[in-house]
């Protein structure tokens, strides 16, 4: 299977990387539009801030090319933020290829950013959310977030329930990081890379 | 709900996992990937990679065991060690660490922890503080150089202040090492720890002491912190993570299994 990897330049690129290797996947990271168009399956996946990951996606000519993607497309933490709208962290418009809003979290009184292992809970019979039996932990950091609404395919809670995947024809999104979520992430990501060409 | 942290503390120096008793008689412990492996395979939920020398005698950390490390393991991780730059904490981030941790580079050069947030965002940046309680003066005090026992010195830093300078200055995560504790396994400072709980509105990481599971517990139920490092009692064979583990999830403190 053909997998490319987008380089925002910005992103913890080596970990997702060796993650599909150990799927058996051998990746390709790029920034060439041409090339991402070709893949099978393309991961966005990234971490800093939305304004610097959307900077550099204009910078290199990907903002058009990443909208008009037809084949299944994951974005991972800052990368699934990236697929909305807007951001509330830099007050910046998103690639907006599923209609949803991300906006700091509301921590209430607990340490922020909300990092660690959150349980996962499926929201909607889908393809992504069927290894989700209970309890799936996986691993979260982050302090921005998208509210539960309509895209919400599985909720994660800190205190309030938010977005932990969401998904919207061919994009789909995971605030937790797969690839550092021990066997449950594993077998998300793998769930992902056996999905059809919608 | 968010599951507490049980993270493995791995000291690393010249290319192995070491273990000292506060801060000093250095002895190994074992390799870096085969005990990084082991803990994964107990269940850890985080592992932190310490090269203990670095800064003291002024090298960065020997690099070519974090992309092996990252490889290899699908749980979180953090390297620390004589990181001072921009330059060199985006090698490590490239190399596959998930987060970076820096103790004296900040204290001497505080601008540091800010710069380092600006470039790569709030989540990867942990700051590791030394803590020593002075019995003399009464209060807590932050120490520098504490990988080299030639060079650790007191700065003039109270402990609390150093934690909201660096929360203010955007730090992501705090671990704080009770450093009267560290090595000698008679449980966390706990009286510490709770009093800088109040203060830290960042995850907070507790270090220095654990001697059983039960004293994780006991971090856990008093003082509410967010991880607890541990290392000999895990190097030794003392108990497994899964041990430890299973004893919180007695004592109702949540745990990702």
């Known amino acids: ?198 | 709900m968010l599951a507490k942290r049980v993270i493995p503390c791995l000291d690393v120096r010249a290319g192995r996992v070491v273990k000292g008793v506060q801060f000093r008689d250095h002895q190994d412990v074992g390799g870096i990937v085969e005990l990084a492996q082991r803990y994964r395979d107990q269940g850890a939920d985080e592992l932190v990679f310490y090269d203990i020398t670095a800064s003291a005698d002024g090298r960065v950390v020997d690099k070519s065991w974090v992309e092996r490390v990252a490889r290899e393991i699908n749980i979180p991780f953090t390297v620390a060690g004589g990181i001072r730059s921009l330059a060199q904490a985006q090698q490590l981030l490239a190399m596959g660490a998930d987060k970076i941790s820096i103790n004296s580079p900040a204290l001497s050069n505080p601008e540091l922890v800010n710069q380092l947030v600006d470039e790569f965002g709030q989540q990867c940046v942990v700051v590791g503080i030394d803590s020593y309680y002075d019995a003399e003066q009464q209060r807590y005090v932050v120490y520098q150089f504490t990988g080299d026992e030639k060079r650790t010195q007191a700065t003039t830093w109270a402990t609390a202040d150093w934690v909201a300078e660096v929360v203010d200055r955007g730090a992501g995560e705090i671990v704080l090492n009770c450093m009267n504790q560290d090595g000698v396994r008679r449980g966390y400072d706990i009286q510490q720890l709770a009093d800088i709980r109040q203060r830290c509105a960042v995850p907070l990481i507790a270090s220095g002491g654990a001697g059983s599971a039960n004293d994780i517990v006991e971090v856990f139920k008093q003082c509410n912190v967010d991880g607890a490092l541990a290392a000999s009692i895990f190097h030794r064979q003392q108990c497994t993570v899964a041990e430890v583990k299973q004893a919180m999830q007695t004592h109702s403190i949540p745990v990702r299994w």
């Not at chain 1, 060796?18 to 168009?37: F, H, Q, V, W």
């Open chain 1, 1 to 198: 299977m053909d997998v490319v990897i987008v380089n925002t330049d910005c992103a913890n690129l080596a970990s997702v990387k060796y993650a599909l290797e150990r799927l058996g996947i051998t990746p390709t990271i790029s920034d060439d539009s041409a090339r991402i168009k070709q893949a099978d399956k393309v991961i966005l996946p990234g971490v800093g801030s939305a304004r610097a990951a959307m900077r550099n996606l204009q910078q290199k000519q990907l903002v058009e090319p990443l909208q008009q993607l037809t084949q299944p497309v994951l974005g991972i933490c800052l990368g699934m933020q990236l697929l909305g709208l807007r951001s509330a962290e830099g007050d910046v418009d998103c690639l907006g290829v599923i209609p949803c809003i991300t906006e700091r979290l509301a921590c209430a009184n607990l340490p922020s950013p909300h990092m660690g292992w959150n349980q996962l809970l499926a929201t909607r019979e889908h393809p992504l959310t069927k290894s989700l039996t209970a309890p799936s932990y996986c691993y979260f950091v982050h302090s921005y977030a998208v509210p539960v609404g309509d895209y919400t395919l599985a909720t994660s809670s800190y205190p309030q329930p938010f977005s932990a995947m969401i998904g919207a024809n061919n994009f789909y999104g995971m605030q937790f990081h797969p690839e550092r979520s021990s066997a449950v992430g594993e077998r998300l990501l793998a769930d992902f890379l056996a999905m059809e060409a919608a």
